[in-house]
């Protein structure tokens, strides 16, 4: 599963992640905010958006302690 989430993500190079990251919170002031308006607009799918947070969930366990948030 972390390999398919890897691959996802155009394989795991830190520096490019942390870039991408980075630029993202650069143009994104309010992250909900954003992700309502392209539910709202279509431009992503509800199913699409349920994806998308579960591999933040997972993410966001492999980034803390012991699994933890």
């Known amino acids: 599963m972390a390999s398919d989430l ?3 993500m155009g394989g795991f190079d830190q520096n490019n992640l ?3 990251l980075n630029e993202l919170k650069s143009q ?3 992250p909900n905010q954003a992700i309502q308006q392209m ?7 509800q199913s699409q958006y349920n994806a ?3 591999r933040a969930q997972q993410i ?9 948030r």
């Open 39 to 45: 539910l709202n607009s279509g431009r992503i799918s």
């Open 6 to 8: 890897f691959n996802s």
């Open 28 to 30: 994104v002031s309010d």
């Open 18 to 20: 942390m870039k991408s």
């Open 60 to 68: 966001m366990r492999m980034l803390t302690p012991n699994g933890r």
């Open 52 to 54: 998308a947070a579960q």
